[in-house]
Nanobody
Framework: QVQLVESGGGLVQPGGSLRVSCVAS????????MGWYRQAPGEQRESVAT???????NYADSVKGRFTISRDNAKNTVWLQMDSLKPEDTAVYYC??????????????WGQGTQVSVSS
């Protein structure tokens, strides 16, 4: 059974920092592309940051220079370090694991989400 368990969300003031974590089980973690997505109330889910199995990273323009995604394959864990947080970063943050196997089949898994709120 595949599980992605997020933690580390909470309430932080504008300009503050927060780190969210995602621990994966039931998958061969090191071959998966891992990502963080977010969804604000009334909005569509959007990609925040992704990290490939080889370590290359991609970020949404809105978070470049403020957020950092990292992974530890030995711990089956991916993190999102969020600095200089803004009220518009308020959303539920979801962990995602994605892989296309040798047969071309997409495997796509989601965590339950963790709330990040930025407010004074």
């Amino acid at each position: 059974q595949v599980q992605l368990v997020e933690s580390g969300g909470g309430l932080v003031q504008p300009g503050g920092s927060l780190r969210v974590s995602c621990v994966a089980s039931g998958i061969f973690f090191r071959v998966y592309e891992m990502g963080w997505y977010r969804q604000a109330p009334g909005e569509q889910r959007e990609s925040v940051a992704t990290i490939m199995s080889g370590g290359s990273r991609n970020y949404a323009d809105s978070v470049k220079g403020r957020f950092t995604i990292s992974r530890d394959n030995a711990k089956n864990t991916v993190w999102l370090q969020m600095d200089s947080l803004k009220p518009e970063d308020t959303a539920v943050y979801y962990c995602n694991a994605r892989n296309i196997d040798v047969y071309g089949q997409l495997r796509d898994y989601w965590g339950q989400g963790t709330q990040v709120s930025v407010s004074s």
